[in-house]
């Protein structure tokens, strides 16, 4: 679909909860694109910070803020992946860690995205895209041999491009971490198969979301730093291809 500002055509498109219009990723907030429903925007957009009067006290106390459509966002993605989660056994019976491992992985990813953007200062929140809930709910079909999940992304207000790469690093970097911890783990307790689980599906969360097309993060890190993007794939081959081994 084209950008209805630009007409740039973009794979996996935004749509603006405000105008409900397709935008491109450099114009999916309202502000880049001249809402019509700016104003709501605006009105919505919650404060992160607060500065105290002392001119010497230069450090912004941070305040995590989540608002009743975010929460209803995530609920709704959450769901969807912890479908897909089940859909590995084919929906029978499943160790309840393994589940937790799966789920955690993609919410810990985006609420790394949202806390480093509320941060800088900028407005950042949850959404769901109607393309990502399709190919995550086709992702749940038992037999569907391949898994993605996308069923959302945190939507953020900022223009300074090392920030906005910054948001974009935080999230494969939790995964990475994760999969080195479930990693190390499992030479410790090598007798616990779901160990090996968490280290490569957060191996596989984390090279999935590297791709640099589309709206994942892997786009916004290369036009950033090319040589952060680069360590980060080789890391995230690397784990993917140890917790095989």
């Known amino acids: 679909m084209k950008c ?4 740039t ?24 694109h001249s809402c019509v429903s700016m104003k709501e925007y605006v009105d919505k957009k919650n404060m992160m910070y607060d500065y105290t009067k002392n001119s010497n006290l230069k450090r912004p106390i941070l305040k995590i803020k989540f608002s009743k459509i975010e929460i209803l966002h995530l609920l709704i993605a959450t769901i969807l992946v912890t479908a897909v989660g089940l859909s590995l056994n084919n929906y029978r019976r499943i160790a309840l860690e393994f589940l937790i491992i799966f789920v955690s992985a993609f919410l810990v990813h985006e609420l790394a995205h949202k806390l480093l953007a509320q941060f800088y200062g900028s407005w950042a929140e949850f959404r769901t895209n109607s393309y990502g809930l399709i190919v995550t709910a086709f992702s749940a079909i038992p037999f569907i041999p391949f898994k993605f999940i996308a069923p959302g992304a945190v939507m953020v207000d900022l223009s300074d491009r090392s920030k906005f790469g910054r948001v974009a690093f935080v999230g494969p970097l939790t995964n990475l971490v994760m999969g080195f911890i479930f990693l190390m783990l499992t030479y410790q307790f090598p007798a616990v ?13 984390a090279l999935f979301n590297l791709l640099p097309f589309g709206n994942l993060d892997g786009q916004k890190i290369f036009g950033w730093n090319k040589i952060v993007w680069i360590l980060m794939i080789v890391a995230s081959m690397g784990l993917f291809v140890i917790s095989q081994s």
Not at 9 to 27: A, G, L, Q, T, W
């Open 193 to 205: 198969g779901y160990l090996y689980t968490g280290a490569i599906f957060n191996s596989w969360i």
């Open 9 to 32: 055509d973009e794979s996996i498109p935004f749509r603006c909860n405000y105008c409900n219009k397709v935008f491109c990723n450099m114009h999916r907030i309202p502000i880049n």
């Open 4 to 7: 209805e500002f630009c007409d």
